[in-house]
């Protein structure tokens, strides 16, 4: 098996299924019992706040753990709202960010909240100019994405966020980390964000499981209400297992990360090489994160080579796996044509990815062109 899926999902490190184990098995209390079993659970998720909190340079009280990023963010853009956003009702994102975004946006939008979404531009690009002068004064939340999980496309969330921060400190920041949170170097401080968004599964830790990292004395309204468990802000019994899960993934990743970047980058570049040869047009930019690249195979629909490479073992996705097979609004806002967004797929490798799988995709890909598009010559455009 080839796995080339891993925006979508990664496979569970050992070192994370061993905590998940060991928290079912032998810390099984409820973290909120003053038992001894109580204690020790409360211990575990403790500990995982200080990896989770270190890995971002942040602090552990600034740590609220969630369901999953789609949580993370809901929980974010709404309340954040909530709290800011009872004078200045205009809140700003991008047209080309994650649903669980983009759809709480929209709710804002239609309680009366002013709502500006930034299109990239000629290029296909978000510049920082374009961020920024989305933002006025009555502006109470910015939210973007660091890395697109469509195309691997790195927005300038820096330079924005801290040029954002200094012409209106009122406005909240808010960035939904998720493709890039133990892929590329990030640090709280330097993004200039208020909170960031955080999932489990896409770093190789149990499905289930994401945070919310929110600065010291920003203030979030909670949507989910109960015992008043990780601050009254999400309340409900903390999954335990899934936490330490969590924190053990990223306590494995945290030392090997410019190892694998450098090998991501490798690999991205050989991809690159071998799939062009073989016919296939690159659409993710250079300048993308290495992790990700969006591909395609003019004439053949994404759907159809998917399951073409998935009959030789090998596993993509049609652009993302949350469009459930939709036309990606995202692909159209980056200003791909419409019939080279139908015929895109996703590679998205992890540090088990070798030279040799992309042999074995390239060689597919050039089986598809000839046998799924029978006697027409496939051009460039």
């Given amino acids: 098996m080839i796995y ?23 810390v099984f209390g409820n973290p909120s019992s003053l038992h001894r079993l109580g204690i020790e659970a409360e211990k575990l998720i403790s500990f995982s706040k200080e990896i989770i909190s270190g890995a971002l340079g942040g602090q ?3 740590i609220i753990f969630t369901s999953g990023a789609t ?8 309340g954040l709202a909530e709290n800011y956003g009872r004078r200045k009702k205009k809140i700003v994102t991008t047209a080309v960010e994650h649903p669980s975004v983009l759809e709480p946006m929209k709710k804002l939008a239609a309680k009366g909240y002013e709502l500006t979404v930034v299109e990239p531009d000629e290029n296909g690009e978000i510049t920082e100019e374009a961020l920024v002068s989305a933002v006025d004064g009555d502006t109470c939340l910015v939210s973007a994405m660091l890395v697109n999980n469509e195309t691997g496309y790195v927005l300038p969330i820096e330079r924005s966020f801290s040029r954002i921060k200094k012409l209106y400190p009122e406005c909240l920041t808010h960035c939904d980390c998720v493709q890039g949170f133990m892929k590329l170097p990030i640090r709280v401080k330097s993004l200039s964000a208020d909170a960031v968004s955080l999932s489990g599964h896409k770093i190789h830790a149990p499905k289930g499981v994401g945070a919310l990292w929110i600065k010291k004395g920003v203030r979030v309204a909670p949507n989910v209400f ?18 330490y899960a969590f924190a053990k993934a990223v306590e494995t990743l945290v030392p090997t990360l410019p190892q694998r970047y450098d090998h991501a980058s490798e690999i991205r570049d050989y991809a690159v090489k ?41 596993y993509v996705s049609s652009g993302s796996a949350c469009s459930k097979g939709k036309k990606s609004e995202v692909l159209e806002a980056f200003r791909l044509l419409d019939g080279i967004i139908d015929s ?3 590679i ?34």
């Fill in 4 to 26: 080339l899926d891993n925006a979508a999902t990664t496979k569970v490190c050992r070192e994370a299924a061993d905590a998940a184990y060991y928290a079912m098995t032998e």
């Fill in 60 to 62: 552990p009280s600034e």
């Fill in 71 to 78: 949580e993370s963010n809901n929980l974010a853009i709404s």
């Fill in 226 to 243: 109960g015992g008043g468990q990780q601050s009254g802000i999400r309340s409900g019994t903390e999954p335990v297992p899934l936490i």
């Fill in 274 to 314: 071998k799939l062009s040869e073989a016919g296939v047009l690159i659409n993710s930019k250079s300048s993308a994160s290495p992790y990700i690249l969006s591909v395609s195979l003019p004439q053949i629909k994404s759907e159809t080579l998917l399951h073409f490479l998935e009959s030789r073992d090998i």
């Fill in 344 to 346: 895109t797929v996703r």
């Fill in 348 to 381: 998205s490798t992890s540090f088990e990815t070798s030279k040799s799988d992309i042999d074995t995709l390239a060689e597919a890909f050039k089986e598809a062109s000839t046998t799924l598009v029978k006697s027409t010559k496939i051009r460039r455009v």
